[in-house]
């Protein structure tokens, strides 16, 4: 799973309820630079102040009251490079670096016993993974024979244990600052044990983000994103089982207690199950949401998707340059986008058998997708079958919305009763061929 490079990292002391929150940064070697200050909300960011450090390197942010609920990580950012992440918890406090680079070692907290506990503990992390790191090395260089070996192995379990021990307190942990530290040995991939192999690591990373993972602290930190898509590239690169993916994915939609974050996971999920080419995921996740009445206002995407035509049901009329067009017989309908790979493969494999497919008894539709008449860029193609549509609408234009085309290539296969038979990514999935 990809890497995180982590920030600085504060938190605030004890506020007052119903006042303000204040954080007063020092960045000495930052003087008269611009900045904005934001916090964290899943794919999203607020921004709450803005303006300029003094002379040099202060400035006061204030957290106003209509704010002092949220817990997460907040950014700083200087408006030409530059800045830091830090914990806002419903405290005040104090950060400071005179160094040119801040970082979490060299930045100073006051008031902030949540920082200084994620901040020690990282660094105890660190240095155990640093010193396994060599003591591998070791015992890949010198033999069972020599006498540093057993003392490099007795190290090693040392060391495990020392992990162990880590991962324990870090569970056991009450502080915000605990879950943030859960969420970014996921990210780094460090699992429990320094002997577990990456697939091991895999799976219990999966069992933390489906059954322990807080998606409120996750949806605040900072890294909503990055811990959703790496988890979603685990399931599909390494446990590769998509009924327990689903399964999986409807376990976390159940332990989410916020309406607000129940729709933006789901919203990433059917993002990435459609990125994924996973067509028969993106339907029953988005009918399984729907049936939850839980969604709020769901994105045009997710909303589409809830909206599609089902295996089963009537193929909904196409609109036509002179009008609406029913599906009455055997069809096999075609989404693509000029250009597009995915399309472009399908194309080719649609021409070389197209004798095929007509002499199934399927009639041939295409629907394009492309801005303009000549967005092929290269791919112009020349089609044999009648009815090739394209209003020059994209992805916007009423076909695609009728069928909630999210992704193409997309195929559908129709019955003589105009029902759906079937939707596929690929011709050769369609069973036409065979």
């Known amino acids: 799973m990809k890497k995180i490079?982590?920030?600085?990292?504060?938190?605030?002391?004890?506020?007052?309820?119903g006042q303000s929150q204040t954080i007063n940064?020092?960045?000495?070697?930052?003087?008269?630079?611009?900045?904005?200050?934001?916090?964290?909300?899943?794919?999203?960011?607020?921004?709450?102040?803005?303006?300029k450090l003094d002379a040099t390197g202060k400035a006061v942010l204030v957290i106003p009251a209509a704010k002092k609920s949220y817990t997460g990580i907040s950014h700083f950012a200087?408006?030409?490079?530059?800045?830091?992440?830090?914990?806002?918890?419903?405290?005040?406090?104090?950060?400071?670096?005179?160094?040119?680079?801040?970082?979490?070692?060299?930045?100073?907290?006051?008031?902030?016993?949540?920082?200084?506990?994620?901040?020690?503990?990282?660094?105890?992390?660190?240095?155990?993974?640093?010193?396994?790191?060599?003591v591998n090395y070791?015992?890949?260089?010198?033999?069972?024979?020599?006498?540093?070996?057993?003392?490099?192995?007795?190290?090693?379990?040392?060391?495990?244990?020392?992990?162990?021990?880590?991962?324990?307190?870090?569970?056991?942990?009450?502080?915000?600052?605990?879950?943030?530290?859960?969420?970014?040995?996921?990210?780094?991939?460090?699992g429990s044990s320094l002997e577990q192999s990456e697939e091991e690591k895999a799976k219990e990373a999966n069992l933390f983000v489906r059954d322990k993972l807080d998606m409120a602290v996750l949806y605040n930190s900072g890294q909503w994103n990055n811990l959703i898509e790496g988890w979603m590239q685990l399931q599909q690169g390494v446990l590769k089982d998509d009924t327990s993916w689903l399964a999986d994915t409807k376990q976390i939609l159940s332990r989410i207690k916020s309406n607000e974050i129940y729709t933006a996971f789901t919203e990433k999920a059917v993002a990435l199950f459609t990125k994924a080419g996973k067509d028969d995921m993106v339907t029953a996740i988005s009918q399984y949401t729907a049936k939850s009445g839980r969604l709020e206002k769901p994105a045009k995407q997710l909303t589409n998707a809830?909206?599609?035509?089902?295996?089963?049901?009537?193929?909904?009329?196409l609109q036509t340059a002179s009008g609406k067009k029913t599906i009455n017989k055997k069809t096999l309908l075609?989404?693509?986008?000029?250009?597009?790979?995915?399309c472009e493969n399908e194309i080719h494999q649609l021409l070389g058998n197209y004798e095929i497919v007509k002499?199934?008894?399927?009639?041939?539709?295409?629907?394009?997708?492309?801005?303009?008449k000549n967005a092929a860029d290269g791919h112009d193609h020349a089609f044999p079958w009648k009815e090739q549509l394209c209003d020059?609408?994209?992805?916007?234009?009423?076909?695609?919305?009728?069928?909630?085309?999210?992704?193409?290539?997309?195929?559908?296969?129709?019955?003589?009763?105009?029902?759906?038979?079937?939707?596929?990514?690929r011709l050769v999935d369609t069973d036409i061929l065979k």
């Not at 490079?5 to 309820?17: P, Y």
């Not at 809830?306 to 009329?317: D, F, K, L, R």
């Not at 069928?403 to 003589?416: Q, R, S, V, W």
């Open 138 to 190: 070791g015992l890949k260089v010198y033999k069972k024979e020599d006498a540093l070996y057993n003392a490099l192995d007795k190290e090693k379990e040392n060391l495990n244990t020392q992990l162990g021990t880590l991962k324990t307190t870090t569970a056991q942990s009450k502080l915000y600052a605990a879950r943030l530290a859960e969420i970014y040995d996921v990210l780094m991939g460090v």
């Open 334 to 342: 075609f989404f693509y986008e000029s250009g597009c790979n995915n």
């Open 25 to 51: 940064v020092n960045f000495s070697h930052y003087g008269g630079k611009q900045y904005v200050y934001v916090l964290e909300r899943g794919s999203k960011a607020d921004t709450i102040a803005s303006g």
């Open 359 to 372: 002499s199934k008894g399927y009639e041939i539709i295409s629907v394009a997708a492309d801005m303009t």
């Open 78 to 134: 200087l408006t030409d490079g530059g800045g830091m992440d830090f914990i806002v918890n419903k405290e005040n406090f104090a950060i400071s670096c005179l160094e040119e680079q801040p970082n979490f070692e060299n930045t100073t907290y006051t008031g902030s016993p949540e920082n200084e506990y994620l901040v020690e503990r990282m660094k105890k992390q660190r240095q155990v993974l640093e010193k396994a790191g060599m």
């Open 392 to 425: 020059f609408k994209g992805f916007a234009g009423p076909n695609f919305q009728t069928y909630a085309i999210i992704g193409t290539p997309t195929f559908f296969t129709i019955d003589e009763k105009g029902k759906i038979t079937g939707k596929y990514a």
């Open 5 to 17: 490079v982590l920030q600085a990292i504060a938190v605030l002391g004890v506020v007052t309820s």
């Open 306 to 317: 809830i909206n599609a035509p089902v295996i089963g049901g009537s193929a909904p009329a």
